[in-house]
Nanobody, 114 residues
């Protein structure tokens, strides 16, 4: 089993920045994909960004150039740096890890509003 603990959500004004962090613990494999999905009210959960154990990154088109995902393999942590935030980025952001099966965090609320 893998446990995912998220931190860093909150309220930010349009144009601002937030940094989300997710730490994995438990039965950790070196071959994995880890990252973030989000779900806005009334919408389906969608990919934001992921990174593999070999460092390959994948971003949703809507966040390219604004969001950056990084990882610290020694700490089993991924960080999502979100810049130039817009109201449409408001959602619950879920940490995700795939290693043999999918694991999800509980989610952290990100609200972009003036």
């Amino acid at each position: 089993q893998v446990q995912l603990v998220e931190s860093g959500g909150g309220l930010v004004q349009p144009g601002g920045s937030l940094r989300l962090s997710c730490a994995a613990s438990g039965s950790i494999f070196s071959i994995y994909t880890m990252g973030w999905y989000r779900q806005a009210p009334g919408k389906q959960r969608e990919l934001v960004a992921t990174i593999t154990g070999t460092g390959f990154k994948n971003y949703a088109d809507s966040v390219k150039g604004r969001f950056t995902i990084t990882s610290d393999s020694a700490k089993n942590t991924v960080v999502l740096q979100m810049n130039s935030l817009k109201p449409e980025h408001t959602a619950v952001y879920f940490c995700y890890r795939r290693q043999e099966k999918d694991y999800w965090g509980q989610g952290t609320q990100v609200t972009v509003s003036s």
